[in-house]
């Protein structure tokens, strides 16, 4: 009678038909992400998932090794599916870590955040590999990887086919118990604690990174700060703040879409007459940090060096001078220093006075190419419109 071969564990066949899925839905959307960034998002998500399956799966073999090949397989052929699987693991672990290495290098700083939820670093790698035959080298390594896997995919279902029908004693059936026959359970499993506690521990340590490094040294804001407010007239601050009735807004497009964000943390120095305009003065100070717009993306694409930089420059100093009243309300410049930049605007407002209470209603139009912002990935304002326009609205009490 003819021996039956055992099926693999459940947990191997879980792995393999997930990272099977996973993988013909990442080809796929390779070729159809161009432009969309909801799906070059995903793609990095999945890419940065199937790298940690892969890790677990080799953690897994290793503890539970695969039923043995057909004894009837000849010698060449089982040479041939040794080749094949380790080319499977190879490419599994190559590609994503190649895409990892090409966001990481890349002029273009966009934030990694694995399903709208993770931030994820990008990895310190070394110059050279930001140079452009570096990153084409693996950017060829990374496209053209994936036409190799589709090959071994191939390769893989017909050996699979091939020996299921061919009367021996396949392999379909130790993956697919119950529908291709049923082979003998497998030993008992283990190695559950080092397959996925070593995937998952340094899954963990690897997203801590950008909340480790994402406290702000503020040396140089703080120096460009007080090298300005030097030249500045004292403030006697004479209106406060409420500042729960208060918002600064921000509203811009990015791909055709309008997005609009709030800082949440911020404070205004108010010393402003109504009957003396030329000794008003306000000084506000925001933490850019605290800018939402509304998706994680966005929010780490803002913190990141080539937009507000706030491990740098953790506040923007905004002081306002210059009040001139209108036939509808009021103007005054806006002194905006942001990062190293330092840049004059028009700032209009209007201002409800009911006795003690006053209601402020302004707005200004900002050009984010003024202060150097997004200039190396976006500089023709392809993507992120050059114009930003800043709205406030806020409440406050003369003392």
């Given at each position: 009678m003819k021996k039956v071969s055992a099926r693999y564990t459940t947990v191997a066949i879980i792995l393999h038909w997930v990272m099977a899925a996973l993988i013909l839905f990442m080809i796929w959307l390779g070729w159809n992400m161009d432009g969309n960034e909801a799906r070059y998002q995903l793609h990095k998500s999945i890419g940065i998932t199937l790298l940690f399956l892969t890790v677990t799966r080799i953690l897994w073999r290793a503890a539970n090794p695969p039923p043995p090949l057909p004894e009837?397989?000849?010698?060449?052929?089982?040479?041939?599916?040794?080749?094949?699987?380790?080319?499977?693991?190879?490419?599994?672990?190559?590609?994503?870590?190649?895409?990892?290495?090409?966001?990481?290098?890349?002029?273009?700083?966009?934030?990694?955040?694995?399903?709208?939820?993770?931030?994820?670093?990008?990895?310190?790698?070394?110059?050279?590999?930001?140079?452009?035959?570096?990153?084409?080298?693996?950017?060829?390594?990374?496209?053209?990887?994936?036409?190799?896997?589709?090959?071994?995919?191939?390769?893989?279902v017909a050996g699979a086919v091939k020996h299921e029908i061919g009367g021996e004693d396949g392999v379909l059936k130790k993956m697919l118990p119950g529908l291709f026959g049923k082979p003998a359970a497998p030993k008992t499993a283990r190695g559950y604690v080092r397959a996925f506690g070593v995937s998952a521990v340094a899954f963990a340590l690897i997203a801590?990174?950008?909340?480790?490094?994402?406290?702000?040294?503020?040396?140089?804001?703080?120096?460009?700060?007080?090298?300005?407010?030097?030249?500045?007239?004292?403030?006697?601050?004479?209106?406060?703040?409420?500042?729960?009735?208060?918002?600064?807004?921000?509203?811009?497009?990015?791909?055709?879409?309008?997005?609009?964000?709030?800082?949440?943390?911020?404070?205004?120095?108010?010393?402003?007459?109504?009957?003396?305009?030329?000794?008003?003065?306000?000084?506000?100070?925001?933490e850019t940090a605290t800018a939402d717009a509304g998706k994680k993306l966005y929010n780490d694409s803002l913190k990141g060096p080539e937009w507000f930089d706030t491990n740098t420059f953790p506040t923007a100093r905004i002081r306002l001078t210059d009040f001139q009243e209108t036939g509808e309300?009021?103007?005054?410049?806006?002194?905006?220093?942001?990062?190293?930049?330092?840049?004059?605007?028009?700032l209009t407002f209007t201002l409800d006075i009911d006795g003690d209470t006053a209601r402020l209603d302004a707005s200004a139009v900002m050009s984010r190419k003024a202060f150097n912002l997004g200039q190396a990935s976006d500089p023709a304002a392809t993507w992120v419109g050059e114009d930003i326009t800043v709205t406030v609205t806020g409440t406050a009490t003369r003392k």
């Open positions: 009837e397989m000849p010698a060449h052929e089982k040479l041939a599916s040794h080749l094949v699987h380790m080319a499977f693991y190879g490419l599994m672990l190559i590609l994503p870590l190649a895409g990892w290495v090409l966001v990481s290098t890349s002029k273009f700083k966009v934030p990694t955040v694995l399903f709208g939820s993770i931030s994820w670093p990008h990895l310190p790698a070394p110059d050279f590999l930001r140079g452009e035959i570096a990153h084409t080298i693996i950017e060829t390594i990374h496209s053209k990887g994936a036409w190799l896997l589709i090959i071994l995919l191939v390769l893989h801590l990174i950008p909340l480790a490094t994402s406290a702000p040294s503020g040396s140089s804001e703080s120096s460009n700060n007080d090298s300005s407010a030097t030249t500045d007239a004292p403030l006697e601050p004479n209106w406060d703040v409420n500042y729960d009735a208060s918002e600064i807004r921000f509203t811009g497009i990015y791909d055709g879409n309008e997005f609009t964000g709030t800082f949440g943390s911020w404070t205004a120095d108010v010393e402003f007459y109504p009957d003396d305009l030329a000794s008003s003065q306000v000084l506000v100070m925001v309300g009021y103007t005054a410049d806006a002194v905006i220093t942001l990062k190293t930049e330092l840049v004059t605007i028009p």
